[in-house]
């Protein structure tokens, strides 16, 4: 399926980006790039309606934007092209099947994204990853909800969990997450199309994993309330540093404790336990 990259320059970069983004979070993009200029922004060709900025009440800085189209066999040309491997806090690397094994830190994760989006190289993945790391993942049972390329369902298993459910609506997402899972030596990480409806059947889960969006994250909260139990932890990211309270109120609501967040270059991912 072809995706249009809308590459945006923004001056100043901040906080011009974040507000630029956090209004285009209302749009169906599926994912955001920040960078030192400003950033880029993935949607679905079938979903690009073009922009109508007008609409948004801007702040106090200037951008233009060009657009591209990115055909379904032209994005593993592209990330061979610019896909360097990702080492995380000396700890856990991230590299493509193309890439050299290193063995230079305790856990590796071999990820082929496709037109999926979870390489490492984005804030929100390396924001959840460390905070997986730590906690006590050994014999978890793990959702991941918006799974894309599958990439922290297979490290929730190189952690330990025992039963992980990865769920995307994209039909690439599946099939890239259901390959990246068996390139790892997880066959058996249950990836599934669809979206929060398919947690009506799914259990409980010991962790919940959700790095998507701020307005998907607040619509779907009481879904993942649902398929807690006392203590479930749910790591939330994919959002602005601004974001926060207005999430911690959410998941509160929803019967979740706030318990922490941290930062990387303004996106945000918590911690919560549910009560």
Known sequence: MPYIAYHFLVTPPQPGSEILMACLGELPFESFDANETGFTAYIREEDDKGLNLDEFSLGDFTFTYSTEKIEDSNWNEEWEKNFNPIVIDDKLTIRAPFHAQTNQTKYELIIMPKMSFGTGH????????????????????????????????????????????????????????????????????????????????????????????????????????????????????????????????????AGFRFIRSSSENEWAMMLCEHR
């Open 122 to 253: 984005h804030q929100t993945t390396r924001l959840v990853c460390r905070q997986m790391m730590e906690l006590e993942m050994g014999g978890a049972e793990v959702l991941d909800m918006g799974c894309g390329t599958g990439v922290l369902a297979i490290l929730a298993a190189r952690l330990g969990a025992k039963k992980i459910l990865g769920i995307d609506i994209d039909e690439w997402c599946v099939e890239n997450a259901m390959e990246n899972c068996i390139g790892n030596g997880f066959p058996e990480i249950r990836i599934n199309k669809g979206g929060v409806e398919l947690l009506k059947t799914a259990g409980t889960f010991d962790i919940i994993l959700a790095n998507i969006n701020k307005n998907i994250l607040k619509d779907q909260m009481r879904a993942y309330a649902a398929c807690s139990k006392q203590g479930t932890r749910l790591l939330l990211s994919g959002f602005f540093t601004t974001d926060v309270e207005e999430l911690k109120s959410v998941t509160e609501a």
